[in-house]
């Protein structure tokens, strides 16, 4: 039986039908390196992982903490 702690998968309901579903990956994803460069007003971003999905979410904030 596949794990279905919590943690394994988020769903959106209307409390009858699922109307997203997004399930824990086989392995976990590791990130085996990160850079990010600010340039003027823009900022670029590479990375490269194994495992897991191909999409992501990238977030930044301007505080400095």
């Known amino acids: 039986m596949p794990d279905v702690a ?3 998968a988020l769903e959106i309901t209307d409390g ?3 109307l ?3 399930t ?3 392995e976990p994803v590791t990130v ?3 850079d990010a460069r600010v340039r003027e ?4 971003a590479s990375w490269r ?3 897991g999905p191909l999409d ?3 977030r930044y904030s301007t505080d400095r903490g």
């Open 6 to 8: 919590p943690g394994a």
């Open 16 to 18: 009858k039908t699922t």
């Open 20 to 22: 997203w579903e997004r």
């Open 24 to 26: 824990a990956p086989s």
């Open 32 to 34: 085996s390196s990160f």
């Open 41 to 44: 007003r823009s900022v670029s």
């Open 49 to 51: 992982t194994t495992g």
């Open 56 to 58: 992501f979410w990238l």
